[in-house]
C-alpha cells in the first residue's frame, strides 16, 4: 500500500509570499501529524489532527501557519508571509490512531529566498 | 535541559563490530520510545519501538528501555556501511500524542 505522500517536495519562494505544502496520509490512519525539521536537529512538532479536527496546534510558532484536514484525510499546512526563517524540510506522519506508531512522508523542503 | 537528549556523534564503529546509541529523556510520564533512522535527505524511518522496561529484538536491532533511568539505547549488531545514518530516538511523552524528538546521533559504519 502507498505510505505518506507530500507534495511538493521542494518548494522555493520569496520572504512574504504565501506557500501551501499538502499531506496525504496513508489510508485509513485518522491520526495526521506535522513536523519541521532545520538542518542538523530533530523534527520538532507542529500540529497534531484526530479526524478533521487539530487536537493539538501547541507547536505552530505564530499566526502565519495554519493547517486544516477538511475531510479527515489530506491536510494543508498554510504559510503566510513567508520568512527565511521559514526555511526548513516540513515532514508529515501518520498514525492508525493516536498515540501508535508514527510513518512519515518525504517532506517539503521549503526554502524562502 | 532537553526533553530528549542524544550524543550528535559522529559515532564511528569498524564493520562488522556493535553499534551502541544512547538517549535520556526528562518526563517522567514518558509511555513510548521509538527508534528512526534517517538518511541524509531523506526522511525519518522507523527502526523501532518500545513500551516496556527491558530489553526488545528485532533481527539485528535490540532496543533498550530503562524508565528508572530515564534511558532507552539502540543496539546494532553486524554494523553494515547502510547502517550509515542519523539516529532519532522519539519520545511520546505523557498524554501528548506528538513525539518529542532528540536531535539525533550520525553513525559512520567504517570498512
Known amino acids: 500500500g502507498a505510505g505518506v505522500s507530500q507534495t511538493p517536495s521542494n518548494k522555493v519562494t520569496e520572504k512574504g509570499k504565501y506557500v501551501e505544502l499538502r499531506c496525504d496520509p496513508i489510508s485509513g490512519h485518522t491520526a495526521l501529524y506535522w513536523y519541521r525539521q532545520s538542518l542538523g536537529q530533530g523534527p520538532e512538532f507542529l500540529i497534531y489532527?484526530?479526524?478533521?479536527?487539530?487536537?493539538?496546534d501547541s507547536g505552530l510558532p505564530n499566526d502565519r501557519f495554519f493547517a486544516v484536514r477538511p475531510e479527515g484525510s489530506v491536510s494543508t499546512l498554510k504559510i503566510q508571509r513567508t520568512e527565511r526563517g521559514d526555511s526548513a524540510v516540513y515532514l508529515c506522519?501518520?498514525?492508525?490512531?493516536?498515540?501508535?506508531?508514527?510513518?512519515f512522508g518525504p517532506g517539503t523542503r521549503l526554502t524562502v529566498l | 535541559q532537553k526533553e530528549v537528549e542524544q550524543n550528535s556523534g559522529p559515532l564511528s564503529v569498524p564493520e562488522g563490530a556493535i553499534a551502541s546509541l544512547n538517549c535520556t529523556y526528562s518526563d517522567r510520564g514518558s509511555q513510548s520510545f521509538f527508534w528512526y533512522r534517517q538518511y541524509s535527505g531523506k526522511s525519518p524511518e522507523l527502526i523501532m519501538f518500545?513500551?516496556?522496561?527491558g530489553d526488545k529484538e528485532d533481527g539485528r536491532f535490540t532496543a533498550q528501555l530503562n524508565k528508572a533511568s530515564q534511558y532507552v539505547s539502540l543496539l546494532i549488531r553486524d554494523s553494515q556501511p547502510s547502517d550509515s545514518a542519523t539516529y532519532l530516538c522519539?519520545?511520546?511523552?505523557?498524554?501528548?500524542?506528538?513525539?518529542?524528538f532528540g536531535t539525533g546521533t550520525r553513525l559512520q559504519v567504517t570498512l
Open positions: 522519539a519520545v511520546h511523552t505523557g498524554t501528548a500524542s506528538k513525539l518529542t
Open positions: 518500545i513500551y516496556s522496561n
Open positions: 506522519a501518520s498514525s492508525l490512531i493516536p498515540e501508535d506508531t508514527q510513518y
Open positions: 489532527f484526530q479526524g478533521t479536527g487539530a487536537a493539538d
